[in-house]
């Protein structure tokens, strides 16, 4: 007489979802960082933040003034800031000046080079394109 068991595989009753994800980084080992994922909520808020910066700086970049070109890049960069501060929610394994670094002490004082791996992630999360992501 043989006995067998049967195992009931139970569904997952709900679909889960994290509105953050962690990311190893490319530029610097053994750190990570969190983003946002996108939601509905969060492209209107975004949207908002980046719209009269994003207005004046392509005003001013079709100028042919040199003063009009090089505020036009000052506000490219502000809008960079925008995409920064919105997506960027928290980093571990780096310490900036000695103290374990935040989402906050990375865009005013960490490495450029992860800033701007971290931009990017952030822009290919929001979906924009290639020529978007140049803004």
């Given at each position: 007489?043989?006995?067998?068991t049967l195992h009931l595989v139970e569904e997952p009753r709900e679909t889960r979802y994290a509105s953050v994800m ?98 990017g992630r952030i822009k290919a999360e929001c979906g924009l394109t290639d020529d978007e992501r140049k803004n």
């Open positions: 007489m043989t006995s067998s962690w990311i190893d980084s490319q530029s610097q080992p053994r750190v990570r960082y969190s983003i946002r994922r996108i939601s509905f909520g969060g492209r209107i808020e975004l949207a908002r933040r980046i719209r009269d910066v994003g207005r004046k700086a392509e005003y001013l970049e079709a100028g042919s003034d040199v003063r009009d070109k090089l505020e036009a890049m000052v506000l490219g960069a502000e809008i960079d800031r925008v995409y920064l501060d919105w997506g960027l929610v928290g980093v571990e394994g780096i310490a900036i000046d000695g103290e374990a670094a935040t989402a906050q002490s990375l865009i005013d004082a960490g490495p450029v080079e992860l800033a701007a791996e971290i931009l």
